[in-house]
């Protein structure tokens, strides 16, 4: 594990506050703020502090009662016609100011490529630093949040601490936590920041439009059966969909695959793809690098099948099988469809 640390402004201690910036866009389908919220809380506890969630938009009340229902709270409203639609310029100016104003000392991000456009954005005018993709966030001993997340191409981690620099900003990966379960009881209060609009935009949002893509399921499956290049032919991936299929599973590989063509991006698992915590992962030929076990730490249990006795996947799951992975899931799906 490698520590870095970030310098900045000297540590305000009137900074207080864990805000989590509220993405309602594809809210039913998009789960990412309710899972920061909910870590949040657990953070918020060891520092006693609260939960924030930012609100920002057109008409978006409906979405007040269903943060306070996941946990957060405060909740910042913000609204103008405006700000109907995203725009990275107007949207940062607002939360400079915002953040200027009430000076949260953390504020968390969905590694959406929303996310990683308008934290750095932040970052750059508040004088703080940000860390991307992160698949794990802690409060240590100072109280400072700990940001991990893979680095040196996913070949390691890295534990980034800002000990100076307020707010600590992070976008953290969809998936890695879980979100609270609603709770109809919950109250939170309700902040309506009132904002001057006098902004001149540079890049003027003309519209926008949702484009359809396939979505694996990956990040809410249950079960999942994952290939890999020691899997990687046409026959193992046919067996592998085969398998998945009586397993009511999804199927998911890693970039060797993918690069055969075998399969589609959206099935790519690791630290440019998807994080997974499904019930029960099987592992089908994967080495088991940092880019892509960082990825899967979240799973209740992982069963691994390798020929080399020293692949690095059988240190980090729970039953590992030495042998040839084509062999055995071909008796496999021979006992399951008796």
Same mark, same amino acid.
């Given at each position: 594990?490698?520590?870095?640390?970030?310098?900045? +402004?000297?540590?305000?201690?009137?900074? @207080?506050? !864990?805000?989590?910036?509220?993405?309602?866009?594809?809210?039913?389908?998009?789960? +990412?703020?309710?899972?920061?919220?909910?870590?949040?809380?657990?953070?918020?506890?060891? !520092? @006693?502090?609260?939960?924030?969630?930012?609100?920002?938009?057109?008409?978006?009340?409906?979405?007040?009662?269903?943060?306070?229902?996941?946990?957060?709270?405060?909740?910042?409203?913000?609204?103008?016609?405006?700000?109907?639609?995203?725009?990275?310029?107007?949207?940062?100016?607002?939360?400079?100011?915002?953040?200027?104003?009430?000076?949260?000392?953390?504020?968390?991000?969905?590694?959406?490529?929303?996310?990683?456009? !308008?934290?750095?954005? #932040?970052?750059?005018?508040?004088?703080?630093?940000?860390?991307?993709?992160?698949?794990?966030?802690?409060?240590?001993?100072?109280? @400072?949040?700990?940001?991990?997340?893979?680095?040196?191409?996913?070949?390691?981690?890295?534990?980034?601490?800002?000990?100076?620099?307020?707010?600590?900003?992070?976008?953290?990966?969809?998936?890695?936590?879980?979100?609270?379960?609603?709770?109809?009881?919950?109250?939170?209060?309700?902040?309506?920041?009132?904002?001057?609009?006098?902004?001149?935009?540079?890049?003027?949002?003309?519209?926008?439009?949702?484009?359809?893509?396939?979505?694996?399921?990956?990040?809410?499956?249950?079960?999942?059966?994952?290939?890999?290049?020691?899997?990687?032919?046409?026959? @193992?991936?046919?067996?592998?969909?085969?398998?998945?299929?009586?397993?009511?599973?999804?199927?998911?590989?890693?970039?060797?695959?993918?690069?055969?063509?075998?399969?589609?991006?959206?099935?790519? !698992?690791?630290?440019?793809?998807?994080?997974?915590?499904?019930?029960?992962?099987?592992?089908?030929?994967?080495?088991?690098?940092?880019?892509?076990?960082?990825?899967?730490?979240?799973?209740?249990?992982?069963?691994?099948?390798?020929?080399?006795?020293?692949?690095?996947?059988?240190?980090?799951?729970?039953?590992?099988?030495?042998?040839?992975?084509?062999?055995?899931?071909?008796? #496999?799906?021979?006992?399951?469809?008796?």
């Amino acid at each position: 594990m490698t520590r870095f640390e970030r310098g900045g +402004v000297l540590k305000d201690l009137t900074y @207080n506050g !864990i805000w989590i910036f509220g993405d309602h866009r594809n809210y039913f389908q998009d789960r +990412v703020t309710l899972q920061l919220i909910n870590r949040a809380r657990e953070l918020a506890a060891t !520092i @006693n502090t609260y939960v924030g969630a930012i609100l920002i938009g057109d008409a978006v009340d409906e979405y007040v009662l269903e943060y306070t229902a996941h946990g957060a709270d405060r909740i910042f409203l913000i609204e103008h016609p405006r700000l109907k639609q995203y725009s990275s310029e107007l949207y940062a100016a607002v939360l400079v100011d915002l953040i200027r104003h009430y000076k949260p000392e953390i504020l968390l991000f969905s590694g959406s490529d929303f996310g990683r456009e !308008i934290a750095p954005r #932040l970052a750059a005018r508040l004088h703080a630093g940000t860390s991307s993709d992160c698949i794990s966030l802690r409060i240590d001993e100072d109280g @400072n949040l700990i940001q991990i997340s893979p680095a040196y191409h996913g070949n390691a981690l890295a534990e980034i601490v800002t000990p100076e620099a307020r707010p600590q900003i992070a976008t953290v990966r969809p998936g890695v936590f879980d979100e609270q379960k609603h709770n109809y009881h919950a109250q939170a209060e309700l902040i309506r920041v009132e904002i001057d609009l006098d902004y001149e935009e540079r890049v003027a949002v003309r519209s926008l439009g949702r484009i359809e893509t396939y979505d694996t399921g990956l990040e809410h499956a249950d079960y999942v059966v994952c290939v890999g290049r020691g899997f990687s032919t046409r026959d @193992n991936v046919r067996k592998a969909r085969e398998l998945s299929s009586l397993m009511d599973a999804e199927l998911g590989s890693t970039r060797p695959v993918l690069e055969k063509g075998l399969l589609a991006d959206e099935s790519l !698992i690791g630290q440019t793809g998807k994080t997974i915590s499904p019930q029960l992962l099987m592992i089908l030929g994967v080495s088991g690098a940092v880019q892509f076990t960082a990825s899967i730490t979240g799973s209740e249990c992982i069963v691994a099948v390798n020929q080399d006795p020293h692949a690095a996947i059988f240190k980090f799951c729970d039953i590992g099988i030495v042998g040839d992975a084509g062999s055995f899931v071909s008796r #496999l799906l021979k006992q399951l469809k008796k």
